[in-house]
């Protein structure tokens, strides 16, 4: 079957999912399974081989004839919306019901019906107008989603900073449809390389993709949105919504000229979001406000590839560039495998606890076993630590940047910092999430709540199990993904795609491979030797207590001192302290927070005195005509005292 008639499965799916979500649980997530099944195998043939799909309406919708189109680039990121959209589905049946959520959950059925088509609207639309309607429906869905939880009041300030950030990416997006528009006359988009003199749109492109991407330091609403929203929410948000950001980056540097300084600046961003996003991530209590940041970082790491590839405008460049890209696209895919992963652990775990402070958790790999091994799976992912995915799509983009440095040309000075931040970044990440896992699952429980959590149901592991099969697919077998990487690559820019993949990559499969078959074989051996010669379990550490107890663990915040010390300077902690008074103290306390950096030491103070100036202007507004009149003749006494002086000159 083609891909047109299984796209318009999918939308007919997702179309009926909008209408009877509210009442029909069952009948819905059959709907949306049958519809994201479809636009997964749509976005398969095209990926596979299959030539460019393309549809035109006949007739029109608000003034333009509906243009669609599907080709790599759109299907690489359609095929990641399909497989997340139909698991999240799935995983909200146990975990957002109608018995635990009755007033949003059949709400949250629909807007996620809603958000699935209105992301897949944007991937195809090949018409500015069409894609920016689209664009404002996936904004007005995400905010709908984020807010199902709306009687909280931190919920609500999350809905309405993402809402706002939304519309202001909107309006840059707006100026640049309509700018291309007004140049080339029509709404219609397509490969329009040769016209220099619309370069600078390119900037436009950037403020309103790079807000939805996250890009540091437009990631201002990433953190509270991410964090607040449901967590099969959370994941899609962190696994694909974003994406759409980097999806129009991509696809229009691929279709529109760039400025020569696209690529430094792409990759400055890049570099600034993947060291400070991981150092944010360090410094957090909330575990879903860590695995938000570390979004900001993974952005990062792919804006880093994208970046080197803007970079090398010369033919001569294209090797190492395209590695570049190949691995940038590779690890937008790993990254919405292994953060939905987690996101989906992170909920299971909230759905077990009810906290998402990590001080409070400990000790859940007893009760939740299932969960904790594939949170750590998904830790070993995001760390891009061998022999799991993460690490395929880092080396890609490793191997493209220092065959920069070796090429002596003008992307060595650029290539090696950003191998510098790569590094820092996975030394940074590591432990970050060696802080998340052994605070949340290893220990003592700290609360009476979390020793007596219960693990998720099959309908809440079985999306997980499917994502980490995802993981150590593309681990173990990197290979078979490889043309679908070089299509999209090839659609991006048609001289770069290879049918080949690079000796680098080809080897990559069985070293993987090996050292998985030797990390489960010494587990099996230590388990074995455990087993059969016994285990004694006491507690690792208790300073010489005789009665140690769980408030002796470390806490989220001993963790987070490493990053508090090196970047003190932009994460500027707040510390709340109270030291233990007498022979006998009844009570001591140690907090420490790091807030949103940019929002509110920067964008808070901003937005402060905009607020004054506009209540200030505000009384000029006083509804006395005489004064208005006085208003028009200093006005007009101003502009003629400006024509005096400029024709004096």
């Known amino acids: 079957m083609t891909a047109g008639p299984l796209l318009l499965i999918a939308a007919a799916g997702l179309a009926a999912g909008i209408v009877m979500g509210r009442a029909q649980p069952r009948l819905w997530l059959a709907l949306t399974l049958v519809a994201t099944t479809a636009g997964l195998l749509a976005a398969g043939t095209i990926l596979l081989g299959a030539p460019a799909w393309e549809w035109r309406s006949g007739f029109d919708f608000a003034g333009e004839e509906f243009h669609l189109r599907l080709d790599g680039v759109s299907s690489f990121f359609l095929a990641l919306l399909s497989l997340i959209g139909g698991l999240g589905a799935a995983y909200s049946h146990e975990y957002w019901t109608d018995e635990r959520y009755p007033k949003s959950a059949g709400r949250g059925r629909m807007w996620w019906s809603a958000l699935v088509l209105s992301m897949g609207m944007v991937l195809l639309s090949s018409n500015g107008l069409h894609f920016l309607i689209a664009w404002e429906l996936f904004a007005v869905s995400s905010y709908f989603l984020i807010t199902l939880d709306r009687q909280r009041r931190d919920v609500r300030a999350a809905g309405w900073l993402f809402f706002a950030a939304s519309h202001f990416g909107t309006l840059c997006l707006f100026a640049f449809f309509a700018a291309i528009a007004a140049h080339h006359g029509t709404w219609e988009l397509g490969p329009m390389r040769d016209d220099p003199a619309t370069a600078w749109l390119f900037w436009l492109a950037l403020a309103g993709f790079g807000l939805k991407a ?67 991530a360090l410094g957090q209590n909330d575990y879903k406000r860590l695995l938000a940041y570390s979004s900001v970082e993974n952005m990062g ?47 299971s775990v909230l759905h077990a606890t009810g906290t998402r402070e990590m001080s409070r958790l400990g000790g859940l790999w007893r009760t939740m076993p299932w969960t904790a091994a594939l949170f750590l799976l998904g830790a070993v992912a995001v760390c891009a630590l061998p022999p799991l995915n993460g690490f395929v799509s880092e080396w890609l983009i490793y191997v493209g940047l220092f065959d920069a440095v070796t090429s002596h040309g003008s992307a060595a000075w650029a290539a090696m910092p950003a191998i510098i931040v790569l590094g820092m970044t996975g030394a940074l990440a590591l432990a970050t999430f060696a802080k998340a896992g052994a605070i949340i699952f290893l220990g003592a429980p700290r609360t009476r709540r979390v020793a007596h959590a219960h693990e998720s149901g099959p309908w809440m592991r079985g999306p997980m199990l499917v994502l980490a099969a995802g993981c150590v697919a593309v681990a173990l077998a990197p290979l078979a993904f490889w043309p679908a990487v070089a299509r999209a690559v090839g659609a991006w820019r048609p001289a770069w795609e290879a049918s080949e993949p690079p000796a680098a990559f080809a080897s990559l499969g069985p070293v993987q491979l090996t050292l998985a078959l030797a990390g489960v074989t010494v587990a099996m051996a230590l388990w074995e030797r455990g087993r059969h010669r016994g285990v004694r379990r006491a507690l690792t550490w208790d300073c010489g207590y005789a009665l140690p107890s769980a408030r002796m663990q470390y806490t989220s915040g001993s963790f987070g001192g490493l990053a508090t010390g090196w970047f003190g300077w932009i994460l500027q902690p707040e510390r709340t302290l109270r030291r233990p008074r007498g022979l006998f103290p009844r009570e001591a306390l140690a907090l420490q927070r790091v807030p949103e950096t940019v929002l509110e030491r920067v964008m808070t103070p901003v937005g402060g005195v905009i607020l004054q100036v506009s209540a200030a202007a505000r009384r000029l507004q006083h509804g006395r005509l005489q004064f208005y009149i006085f208003y028009v003749v200093v006005g007009l006494a101003a502009l003629a005292a400006l024509v005096l002086f400029g024709s004096m000159r």
Do not use: C, Q, T
């Open 214 to 280: 996250g890009l540091f330091p437009l990631h201002i609403w990433l953190p509270s949105a991410h964090a607040n929203a449901p967590s099969h929410v959370s994941a899609i948000l962190s696994g694909v919504s974003i994406k759409m950001g980097l999806y129009g980056l991509v696809r229009f540097s691929g279709w529109l000229p760039v400025p020569a300084a696209a690529g430094w600046v792409v990759l400055g961003l890049g570099a600034a979001g993947a060291l400070l996003g991981i150092a944010f």
């Open 301 to 347: 790491i792919i804006a880093i590839g994208l970046g080197a590839a803007l970079v090398a405008a010369p033919p001569e460049d294209a090797g190492w560039a395209r590695l570049a890209l190949a691995g940038a696209l590779l690890h937008a895919w790993n990254h919405g495998l292994f953060k939905s992963l987690l996101f989906f652990s992170a909920g």
